[in-house]
């Protein structure tokens, strides 16, 4: 066990009511990295987006998952299929960002592949008398579809998705999440550990101080709520007033009544899924690690279905998207510090907040994939 899982055990070991934040090696080692790909990225399931994003045969997308360049596209038949991106002749990654096709191309000497990943074309392979066509296709990783989410895992005995988030099913089971429409997809990359901004979002403590220029003010630490976590995911909630409406249920919206109408769920679906889902519209980040100091971020939203057809659902989502522009700009600022404070020889990790019982519920989850985690 290397020094940095001893560490997290350790710190793991106490009651929540003593807890301290996660010793510093958890987000500077590289050694603990290594364990994080191996143990978490090459073992669990990995968001790579929303189907919807996906709705046509041949839309694709595409994602590197514990160092494998992996394509996700919808095939012929309607199904979503995840397989290697990586060209079976000499090696060349086949297709890059998102886009739309009718057949895969290498780009380096033009085999082709159809959307099921087998060989339907190589030039000037004739003279090579072992070459068969039908001995190559593209190997294929899980690949399921979750509440209208986009699962990838790369390990074939992973337990099935909607087994292993049941409870999440449960919890919003009448905010229909599956309906919800991406509206905006990007990319970023950040100069910080992954953890460290999947804590950030974990917890809501931060919002007054962080986010005081934008949602700060409209954050009240003692109507927050935090539950402790399952094994695959931990929440918590935040009830929303009017001045977004977006956020509130649709005057339209039978399904949800009292509280719910206006309950914000904060999702952090393990390792790196992390939703925030009002009845009205959605955000969410899916993070992989780029070294201990980056993250690379795949950042989307939307709305549910009641909100897509109101005329003024686009006007209040524009103002929405204007706020989370900011708000990330003020999340940056706070993770990228934190790290830089991480690699301070003089820190050392303090006691959580009753409202950082998600923070601890990670730290589990990320003991027990990594190493030998003593009971709580």
């Given at each position: 066990?290397?020094?940095?899982i001893?560490?997290?055990?350790?710190?793991?070991?106490?009651p929540f009511?003593t807890?301290?934040?996660?010793?510093?090696?958890?987000?500077?080692?590289?050694?603990?990295?290594?364990?994080?790909?191996?143990?978490?990225?090459?073992?669990?399931?990995?968001?790579?987006?929303?189907?919807?994003?996906?709705?046509?045969?041949?839309?694709?997308?595409?994602?590197?998952?514990?160092?494998?360049?992996?394509?996700?596209?919808?095939?012929?038949?309607?199904?979503?299929?995840?397989?290697s991106?990586v060209c079976?002749?000499?090696?060349s990654?086949?297709?890059?960002?998102?886009?739309?096709?009718?057949?895969?191309?290498?780009?380096?000497?033009?085999?082709?592949?159809?959307?099921?990943?087998?060989?339907?074309?190589?030039?000037?392979?004739?003279?090579?008398?072992?070459?068969?066509?039908?001995?190559y296709?593209?190997?294929?990783?899980?690949?399921?579809?979750?509440?209208?989410?986009?699962?990838?895992s790369?390990n074939?005995?992973a337990?099935a998705?909607?087994?292993q988030?049941?409870?999440?099913?449960?919890?919003?089971?009448?905010?229909?999440m599956?309906?919800y429409?991406?509206t905006?997809?990007?990319?970023?990359?950040?100069?910080?550990n992954?953890?460290?901004?999947?804590?950030?979002?974990?917890?809501?403590?931060?919002?007054?101080?962080?986010?005081?220029?934008?949602?700060?003010?409209?954050?009240?630490?003692?109507?927050?709520?935090?539950?402790?976590?399952?094994?695959?995911?931990?929440?918590h909630?935040?009830?929303?007033?009017?001045?977004?409406?977006?956020?509130?249920?649709?005057?339209?919206?039978?399904?949800?009544?009292?509280?719910?109408?206006?309950t914000?769920?904060?999702?952090a679906?393990?390792?790196?899924?992390?939703?925030?889902?009002?009845?009205?519209?959605f955000?969410?980040?899916?993070l992989?690690?780029?070294?201990?100091?980056?993250?690379d971020?795949?950042?989307g939203?939307?709305?549910?279905?009641?909100?897509?057809?109101?005329k003024?659902?686009?006007?209040?989502?524009?103002?929405?998207?204007?706020?989370?522009?900011?708000?990330?700009?003020?999340?940056?600022?706070?993770?990228?510090?934190?790290?830089?404070?991480l690699?301070?020889?003089?820190?050392?990790?303090?006691?959580?907040?009753?409202?950082?019982r998600?923070?601890?519920?990670?730290?589990?989850?990320?003991?027990?994939?990594?190493?030998?985690?003593?009971?709580?």
């Amino acid at each position: 066990m290397n020094q940095a899982i001893r560490e997290l055990a350790e710190n793991v070991a106490v009651p929540f009511e003593t807890a301290r934040a996660m010793p510093k090696s958890v987000y500077t080692s590289d050694e603990f990295l290594k364990a994080e790909i191996e143990h978490i990225f090459k073992q669990d399931w990995f968001c790579a987006g929303r189907a919807d994003s996906l709705a046509n045969a041949g839309d694709y997308l595409t994602l590197t998952l514990a160092g494998q360049p992996i394509m996700v596209l919808r095939d012929h038949q309607g199904f979503l299929r995840a397989q290697s991106n990586v060209c079976r002749h000499r090696m060349s990654t086949l297709l890059e960002g998102r886009g739309q096709i009718k057949t895969i191309t290498c780009p380096y000497h033009a085999w082709t592949y159809g959307l099921d990943g087998r060989l339907r074309g190589a030039p000037a392979m004739d003279q090579n008398a072992a070459f068969k066509r039908a001995d190559y296709v593209l190997p294929q990783a899980r690949c399921e579809e979750w509440l209208g989410w986009i699962m990838v895992s790369l390990n074939p005995n992973a337990p099935a998705v909607a087994t292993q988030l049941s409870g999440v099913e449960e919890l919003i089971s009448d905010f229909g999440m599956e309906d919800y429409s991406e509206t905006f997809f990007e990319t970023h990359i950040w100069d910080t550990n992954w953890k460290v901004l999947a804590e950030n979002f974990m917890e809501s403590y931060h919002l007054p101080v962080c986010h005081a220029g934008t949602i700060g003010g409209l954050s009240k630490l003692e109507e927050m709520i935090c539950p402790p976590g399952l094994p695959a995911f931990n929440y918590h909630t935040i009830l929303k007033d009017d001045q977004l409406p977006i956020a509130l249920a649709h005057p339209n919206n039978t399904r949800m009544q009292g509280d719910r109408r206006r309950t914000t769920f904060l999702l952090a679906i393990y390792p790196s899924l992390l939703i925030t889902l009002t009845p009205g519209y959605f955000w969410y980040l899916s993070l992989h690690p780029k070294g201990v100091g980056q993250v690379d971020i795949r950042f989307g939203g939307g709305m549910s279905q009641d909100y897509v057809n109101d005329k003024d659902a686009m006007a209040h989502f524009t103002r929405l998207k204007t706020l989370l522009d900011e708000v990330n700009v003020e999340d940056r600022g706070c993770t990228e510090k934190v790290f830089q404070g991480l690699l301070s020889d003089l820190a050392s990790p303090g006691h959580l907040s009753h409202l950082e019982r998600p923070n601890f519920d990670f730290a589990h989850y990320l003991a027990r994939c990594t190493g030998e985690s003593l009971d709580r």
